[in-house]
């Protein structure tokens, strides 16, 4: 897999990451929810320093890729509702 390719990986699965902590913001207390916040930022910055600094990076691809990965995630998610 070439450089590019990983990079479009690695920010399609920030932005599936950024998605689910949305939804989990609010859960934690005090020193877990600094954590949470520190790596939420930390994902941000990468993204845009990316965004910014590095040639070749396809954003529809990294669009593609995250949506794929988002549907997995949600048949996963859904799954384990009709589960319970």
């Known amino acids: 897999m070439s450089t590019i390719n990983n990079i479009n990986l690695l920010l399609s ?20 929810k600094k954590k949470f916040n520190n790596l939420m930022y930390a ?3 990468y993204e845009k320093a990316v965004y910014k600094e590095v040639e070749g990076y396809d954003p529809e691809e990294v669009e593609y890729i995250y ?10 998610t ?7």
């Open 13 to 32: 699965l920030i932005k599936c990451l950024d998605e689910e902590m949305h939804l989990l913001k609010f859960e934690h207390k005090h020193q877990v």
């Open 43 to 45: 994902a941000q910055a």
């Open 67 to 76: 949506d794929n990965v988002m549907d997995c995630i949600l048949d996963i």
């Open 78 to 84: 859904k799954d384990e509702k009709n589960i319970v």
